[in-house]
C-alpha cells in the first residue's frame, strides 16, 4: 500500500483555499466529502510504520511552521483531470521535500525516483474520490475558473502528516508530526 506524507495549512490559510474548493466541487458536484487540502510531499510504497515514523520525527525535529507561495492555478489533464493551485518549488518547502526524499531512500524506503520532476500542488478537484466523472468540458471550464482567480499569496504549513490513501478524514492520518513555532 502506498502511503503519502503531506504539508497540512494552519486554519486561516486553509479556510481561503476551502472556499474555492467548495465552489468548484458545488458547481460541478465533483463531491459529496471535499477531500482534505494538502501539499503531497512524498509518496512511500509499502512502509514499516514505526520505523518511518521515527525518522520523519528525526527529520523534522529541527524545522518549524513555515510558508509556501500560491501561486496561480495548475491543471493535470486526463486521465487525472484534477485542478489544482501551484505551490512555488523553492525555498523551505522544496529543501524539506528533497531532505525526507533522500533520507528516506538512504534508509531503503520505496520513493519517488525523481522528485525535480514534481508539481507541489494543493488539489482541489480530481477524478480520485469522486462521486461521479466530470465530462472533459467540465473539467476545461473548472481549469479555467481556477486560473481567472489569479492566486498569488503565501499559506503557513503547521503540520506534517502520514496518510492512508483513503477519503475518511478520521482514518486516513496515520500519524502527525506538528511543526515549532516560529
Not at 497540512?8 to 467548495?22: G, P, R, V
Not at 493551485?85 to 522544496?94: A, E, R
Not at 492566486?151 to 490513501?165: D, F, G
Request: one cysteine or more; proline letters at 4%.
Amino acid at each position: 500500500m502506498k502511503y503519502y506524507l503531506v504539508a497540512i495549512f494552519d486554519e486561516e490559510s486553509y479556510c481561503y483555499m476551502e472556499e474555492m474548493q467548495k465552489k468548484l466541487c458545488k458547481k460541478y458536484k465533483i463531491y459529496k466529502n471535499s477531500p482534505m487540502l494538502h501539499i503531497t510531499l512524498e509518496v512511500i510504497e509499502d512502509p514499516e510504520i514505526e520505523e518511518l515514523s521515527k525518522l520523519i520525527a528525526d527529520i523534522l525535529k529541527p524545522y518549524k511552521k513555515f510558508k509556501v507561495m500560491i501561486d496561480g492555478a495548475i491543471c493535470f489533464d486526463p486521465p487525472y483531470k484534477s485542478v489544482n493551485l501551484k505551490v512555488d518549488n523553492k525555498g523551505y518547502i522544496i529543501r524539506l521535500t528533497r531532505l525526507i526524499n533522500e533520507k528516506l531512500s538512504m534508509h531503503g524506503f520505496k520513493v519517488r525516483e525523481n522528485i525535480d520532476n514534481w508539481d507541489l500542488h494543493v488539489s482541489l478537484a480530481n477524478t480520485n474520490y469522486a462521486i461521479r466523472e466530470w465530462s472533459n468540458k467540465e473539467y476545461l471550464s473548472a481549469c479555467e475558473t481556477a486560473k481567472d482567480e489569479n492566486i498569488k499569496r503565501m499559506a503557513t504549513i503547521e503540520r506534517i502528516e502520514l496518510w492512508k490513501p483513503i477519503n475518511n478524514r478520521k482514518e486516513m492520518t496515520v500519524k502527525s508530526f506538528p511543526l515549532r513555532d516560529f
